[in-house]
């Protein structure tokens, strides 16, 4: 029974949502009953049942155990990739259909190579990218054509947002000459919406193809600024693919889009908040920390803080797997070799029986180091395996974010209670009022 009940309340939404390409539709089912909620709530309810755990769960033809406890999840995240592999099962079959040699579904060894080209590329220590200035420069530009467009209709919505979000991405990653390829996000797209069929659904060869030919294309032409042109000049020990990794930040982007949009109604909707985040523009101006500049923590510090929230509330990464690579002791037992470990990160982040702040906007949550005794806040995962471009994500945002309120008097249509906010929030029903200022 418990594990029919985590299958219907836990597991099942991320899956129904679209993992890899989520579908709007069901995103706004799942706001409709709250089911991120029912998730967190049978978490409790099995952790009332089972204490720390883990618990494993009998679903025909795959070992899962489910971590409750926070200790373990810092385990299980640090321990990688072996004994506990990020290329689980799952992963594999959902991201070899457009990126088969990326790092997150490669064996350990072929990870010595990839992860740290991407680290090197994502310069993932650095709180502001070198590429900063030049991204700032787009994500201004195309902010104010985002901001032009919504004047005319008096809203800004989601389908513009995303549109406007493409084009930023595209120029980021690839180049300013990639604006407009809508082809290559395209391709993606359809090739992403066979990873939300896994194994279930055939491989398009000829597209990924086509696909990866046009990202070797934007690598050759290395346009400067671009991440593109950072792939190209950086060294790539043999089995590294560095184009194979790019597919894994164009996707990725798209959590980023539906973080940022959040974030903005958790900022227009809180008291002070929207005036906060202007003023930390006007200190640093929005290219003060251009590659010469200073690459400290203070960088749009609210805005930051706002996306990490954003990520806590509503985790767009829901499910962290791994794969266990050989058998481990438990305080309650060994975990095959083989077995998949799930971190449901919802539960971890809104957990109101041990977090006070579990349903609160509570930006201060993020403003000092944080290390393994906290509360485990994982939005980009940990260990090892966490995301080498949460950097460029909080650096790309907060600008966003900072140029939307710099250019405009933004109000949300529903605006959001954030002394008390909901399970589950999608970001494709959002829509502002925009004023000139
Ligand atoms: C809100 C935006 C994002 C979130 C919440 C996020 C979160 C994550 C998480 C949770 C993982 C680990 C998955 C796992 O453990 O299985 C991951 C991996 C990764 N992310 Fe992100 N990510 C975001 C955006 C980005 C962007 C924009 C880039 C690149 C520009 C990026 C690059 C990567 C890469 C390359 C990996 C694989 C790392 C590895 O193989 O060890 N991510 N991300």
Redesign the pocket.
Known sequence: MDSLRVLGRVLLSPVLKGPIVRRPAMVGAAESIDLDSAGVAEMQRLRSRHGAGPVQLGIPGRRLALLLDPEDVHRVLNEGPEPFS?ASLE?RGALNHFEPSG??VSTPQQ?LTR?PF?EQV?QTDRPVHRHAETMTAIIAEEVSALLGHADFTGALDWDGFAVMWQRMVRSIVLGQGARDDDQVTDDLRRLRARGNFSYLAPQDRGRRERFLGRLQHYVDRAEPGSLAAMVARTPAPEGTEPVQ?IP??LF??D??SW?TFRALALLVSHPGAEDQVRSELGQQGPTSAGPAGPCGPRDQPLARAAVLES?RLWP??PL??RDSTADTAWRNGTLPAGAGVVVFAPFFHRDDQTLPEAHRFSPELWSGDRDDSDWPLV???GGP?M????N??LLTASRVLGELLRQREITAAEPLDTRRLPGTLSPFHLRFAVRRS
């Open positions: 990020p992963k790092s997150l990870r992860r991407n994502l990794q894994q930040w990725a982007f959590a980023e973080a990520l767009t990464t962290i797997l939005p980009f995962s395996g995301c080498p471009g949460r460029v994500v």
